[in-house]
């Protein structure tokens, strides 16, 4: 690797992990609220969510702990908070539900031979 390569590289890294934000001990949350509501008392849901978290974070709260807010078709967002923080959430009126975003995986089962290639019956 010559030296123009190594400080590139260097540099990209040290830039990349300086800008992931550090959220000491949280996982992000999915908070599910239901249907659309008609806020009257903020002027858009986003500042609807961000009250919620600031409402449970207190002084640690900063806008960069919304990760998603979710307002087409149902009211939700996706927040960086400590397991405290979902349990105060959780029991507020206006949340269903709060519960750990976590990685998903599809289970796939054989199905006549679509992933192991095409298997044609000769008539």
Do not use: C
Request: no cysteine.
């Amino acid at each position: 690797m010559n030296e123009f390569s190594m400080v590139l590289y260097l540099f990209m890294f040290f830039t990349v992990t300086s800008a992931q934000p550090s959220h000491d001990g949280r996982k992000v949350y999915i908070v599910y609220m239901g249907a659309l509501p008609s806020i009257n008392d903020y002027v858009t849901i986003e500042d609807y969510h961000f009250s919620l978290v600031r409402s449970v974070t207190g002084k640690s709260y900063t806008p960069s702990l919304i990760v998603s807010n979710y307002g087409r078709s149902f009211d939700g967002f996706a927040a960086w908070l400590t397991e405290e923080e979902s349990k105060k959430l959780s029991v507020m009126p206006d949340v269903f539900s709060v519960f750990p975003d976590g990685m998903l995986h599809l289970d796939v089962i054989n199905n006549g031979g679509i992933h192991s290639g095409l298997r044609t019956r000769h008539l």
